[in-house]
C-alpha cells in the first residue's frame, strides 16, 4: 500500500503497471548484513541526512554491515511481471521514486478514474483481505487456453490466465479454512469472514495451489509477500 512497496513488486492491474512509469529509484542497500528480520540494527530515521557510506556495528551478532545509497535507473530496476530487481533483493530499501507520467486532459483522467474504480468496485470483493492473492500464470495447456477464452469471451494475453478462473474452475470458489475463505465474488481474494488467523490463511492458500495444481496442471504462485513465515 506504499509508493516503494508498489515499486519493488511493479504492482498493477488494467494493462498498465509501474514499471511502465519509473524512470529512477533511489535505494539503501546493506551489504554483509546478517538476515534476521531480529537484527538490532537500527537504519537512521528518513528524516536525517543518511550519508553515502557508513558502518553499523551489530553487537548481537559481532558481525557489521556497511549501508550506502545507490541510483538505479530503468533497465537496472529490472521489472518484470509483479516483479523486480528489489523484490529479489531484501536487503535494498527503496527511499524515493522518480517518476515520468503522460499528460491528458482533466475530463479524460478523471472519466478513466471513474470507469476504473466502477469495475473494481463490481468486480473485486470489499471483504477485509490483503488484496488479490496469487499472480497471473502461464499456462501452457491449449485446451485450458482454449476453455477460459470461450468462457471469459477475451483472449488470453501471452498465455497468460487469471488465477481467480483457474482457481474457480479447480472447484474452489467459497471454500474455507476457519475464518479464511476464497471470495465468492472473486477467487483471487482470500477474505477474512471474522476471526481469521494467519494458519488459516496459509493453510488455504497451500490448499488452493495444490487442487489447481492437481486438477489443471497449473502452478500458482503468491502474489502477496508473508512477513514472519
Not at 477474505?191 to 495444481?213: E, F, H, P, W
Request: proline share 4%; aromatic share 6%.
Amino acid at each position: 500500500g506504499t509508493v516503494g512497496g508498489a515499486v519493488r513488486g511493479n504492482a498493477g492491474a488494467y494493462g498498465s503497471s509501474m514499471g511502465d512509469c519509473v524512470e529512477s529509484v533511489r535505494v539503501l542497500e546493506i551489504s554483509n548484513s546478517p538476515n534476521s528480520s531480529n537484527s538490532p540494527n537500527k537504519i537512521p530515521n528518513s528524516k536525517f541526512q543518511i550519508p553515502n557510506k557508513f558502518k553499523i556495528q551489530n553487537s548481537k551478532a559481532k558481525a557489521s554491515s556497511e549501508l550506502k545509497i545507490t541510483n538505479y535507473d530503468l533497465p537496472q530496476c529490472e521489472f518484470f511481471y509483479r516483479d523486480s530487481i528489489f523484490k529479489q533483493n531484501p536487503n535494498s530499501i527503496i527511499l524515493s521514486v522518480v517518476i515520468k507520467l503522460e499528460k491528458r486532459e482533466k475530463a479524460e483522467i478523471e472519466n478513466k478514474i471513474r470507469e476504473i474504480i466502477k469495475k473494481r468496485s463490481e468486480k473485486v470483493p470489499q471483504d477485509r483481505s490483503a488484496g488479490s492473492f496469487f499472480q497471473n500464470p502461464t499456462v501452457k495447456n491449449p485446451e485450458l487456453i482454449k476453455k477460459f477464452e470461450k468462457d471469459a469471451g477475451c483472449s488470453s494475453r501471452d498465455g497468460k490466465i487469471p488465477a481467480g478462473w483457474l482457481i474457480d474452475e479447480a472447484g474452489l470458489r467459497g471454500k474455507k479454512i476457519g475464518g479464511a475463505a476464497v471470495s465468492e465474488k472473486h477467487c483471487n481474494f482470500v477474505v477474512n469472514l471474522g476471526g481469521a488467523k494467519a494458519q488459516d490463511v496459509v493453510m488455504l492458500a497451500s490448499y488452493i495451489k495444490t487442487k489447481v495444481r492437481d486438477e489443471l496442471g497449473v502452478e500458482l504462485k503468491e502474489e502477496v509477500q508473508y512477513v514472519g513465515f
